[in-house]
C-alpha cells in the first residue's frame, strides 16, 4: 500500500465539438494541439524529471470508441505499458468534454450504457489500474454543451441541459459500476469546478437567482454522491425532463460507490461569479478562494478531497501555484482529509483564452512545460514544492486503500 500525498499534474485532451464562423464543424483536441501524439515519450520522461508519481491521463475517446463494441487499444496500449514501465501512476480520464461521432452528443439517451461498455472493456484491458475520473468536470460539460451553446451539441436551454447532466451523470455512475466489476480496489476521483455565485446588488431577483446558483452548482456531485438535492433544484430537474423514477435511481446507485470516491475539486480565477439584477453572470475572480469553498464542499459530502485542477497564465503561476498550495495545506490542517493537489496541465494549452470556442491556435502559457518542452519557472517552483513536501505529507485516505501496480 502506498500511504503518501498525491503529488499530480495531467495532460489535457480535451476534445469537444464546435462549430467554426463558416459553418463547418470541428473536432478540438488538445492533445494533437499541443504535439503530444508525436512527444509522448518526451512528455512522460518530464513527469519523472519533476518527481512527479501521478498522472491524470487519458486516451482520445472519440476514436478510441469507434462503434458499439469496437475498441482501438492502440495509443492506450503504447502509452500506458510506458507509464507502467516508469512507474507513473495513471488517473484514468476516460472521457473529457465530448463523445465520438457515432454517438452525436451528450443528447443520447442510448451513450450511457455505451459507455459503461466501453469502461468496462478498458478495465479489463488494464485491470492493474487503480485511479479513475470516469467522466471529467460533468457540470462544465453538460453546461458549456446544453446551456451556453459553445460545444458539441450547442444548445441552449434548461431542458438539454438537464437532459446532458442525466446522461453524464448516468454514464459516470454506470461506469464506475462496470469498473469496478473488474477491479474492486478501484478509487474514483471526480474531478470537478468548484465554484460559487456572488450578488452584486440587494434586489430580491438578484439574490434569489444567486441562490438559486449557488444549489444547481451541486446538481453533478449530489447525483453522483446521493446527495439529495434542494426542493427548488428537485423541481427544476422534474420541470426539464427528469423522472422521479430516474432521480430514485440516482440516489440508489450512488450508495454503492460512494466509499470507493475522493472528491475532486477544480478552482481556477474563473470559477467565482457575480451575479447582476437582469440574471446573468460574470467572471468575478478569486474572492473567496479554495479553502473556502471546498470547505463548503466538504461539509456537504463529507468525502476525500483532491485538488484536481488549477492553473494561471504566466507571469502570476508561481505566485498563483503557492498560494493554491497554501489553501491546501491549511485545508489539511484544518481537518479536511485532502489526499493530493494538481497542477494542470504539464504542457502550454491551447486557445482555452476562448474556452476552445475559436481556432487561433493561441498557446495559453498555463503548463509546467514550454511548447518546446522546456521548463516554465512554475515548473522549477512546482518540482522545489515536491522535494519540500513528499515525505513529510501522508495521503491519509480514510479507508481508501493506495496499492501498487
Known amino acids: 500500500m502506498i500511504n503518501k500525498f498525491i503529488f499530480a499534474t495531467g495532460i489535457e485532451n480535451s476534445y469537444p465539438t464546435i462549430v467554426l464562423p463558416d459553418g463547418t464543424s470541428m473536432r478540438v483536441d488538445e492533445m494533437k494541439k499541443a504535439r503530444h501524439y508525436e512527444m509522448w515519450k518526451e512528455d512522460f520522461d518530464l513527469v519523472k524529471e519533476l518527481g512527479i508519481e501521478f498522472l491524470r491521463y487519458g486516451p482520445p475517446y472519440y476514436v478510441t470508441h469507434v462503434a458499439p463494441g469496437e475498441y482501438d487499444w492502440s495509443f492506450a496500449d503504447i502509452t500506458f505499458a510506458r507509464l507502467k514501465e516508469l512507474n507513473i501512476i ?57 446551456q451556453f451553446g459553445w460545444w458539441n451539441e450547442r444548445l441552449k436551454s434548461d431542458k438539454s441541459f438537464v437532459t446532458a447532466l442525466k446522461n453524464l451523470c448516468k454514464a459516470n455512475l454506470l461506469a464506475m459500476h462496470s469498473i469496478l466489476n473488474v477491479q474492486p480496489k478501484a478509487i474514483f476521483i471526480q474531478s470537478e469546478a468548484t465554484e460559487y455565485y456572488h450578488t452584486e446588488g440587494p434586489d430580491e431577483c438578484c439574490l434569489e437567482r444567486a441562490e438559486f446558483l449557488n444549489e444547481k452548482r451541486f446538481v453533478s456531485f449530489d447525483l453522483t454522491y446521493g446527495r439529495h438535492v434542494s426542493a427548488e433544484v428537485y423541481n427544476y430537474l422534474l420541470d426539464n425532463g427528469m423522472t422521479r423514477q430516474e432521480y430514485k435511481w440516482f440516489m440508489e446507485s450512488a450508495k454503492k460507490i460512494k466509499k470507493h470516491c475522493i472528491m475532486g475539486n477544480d478552482y481556477y480565477e474563473t470559477n467565482e461569479h457575480m451575479v447582476y439584477p437582469d440574471g446573468s453572470t460574470r467572471d468575478a475572480g478569486e474572492i473567496f478562494g479554495y479553502y473556502s469553498l471546498t470547505h463548503q464542499y466538504f461539509i456537504r459530502y463529507h468525502l476525500p478531497v483532491m485538488h484536481t485542477e488549477t492553473n494561471i497564465a504566466e507571469p502570476s503561476a508561481v505566485m498563483w501555484l503557492r498560494k493554491e498550495w497554501v489553501n491546501v495545506h491549511r485545508l489539511k490542517q484544518d481537518g479536511v482529509p485532502l489526499v493530493g493537489f494538481t497542477w494542470y496541465s504539464l504542457i502550454d494549452q491551447v486557445d482555452w483564452d476562448t474556452c476552445l470556442r475559436q481556432k487561433n491556435n493561441n498557446i495559453n502559457e498555463l503548463g509546467l512545460y514550454n511548447m518546446e518542452r522546456k521548463i516554465r519557472p512554475v515548473g522549477e517552483a512546482y518540482k522545489s514544492l515536491i522535494n519540500k513536501w513528499k515525505e513529510v505529507l501522508t495521503s491519509e485516505c480514510y479507508g481508501l486503500h493506495i496499492y501498487n501496480f
Do not use: M
Not at 114 to 127: G, T
Open 90 to 146: 495513471p488517473i484514468v480520464d476516460l472521457c473529457h468534454f465530448g463523445v465520438p461521432d457515432w454517438i452525436g452528443n451528450f443528447q443520447n439517451f442510448d451513450w450511457p450504457q455505451y459507455y459503461a461498455e466501453y469502461a468496462q472493456a478498458f478495465a479489463k484491458r488494464f485491470p492493474y489500474l487503480q485511479f479513475y475520473t470516469p467522466v471529467n468536470e460533468i457540470n462544465v460539460a453538460a453546461t458549456f454543451s446544453a
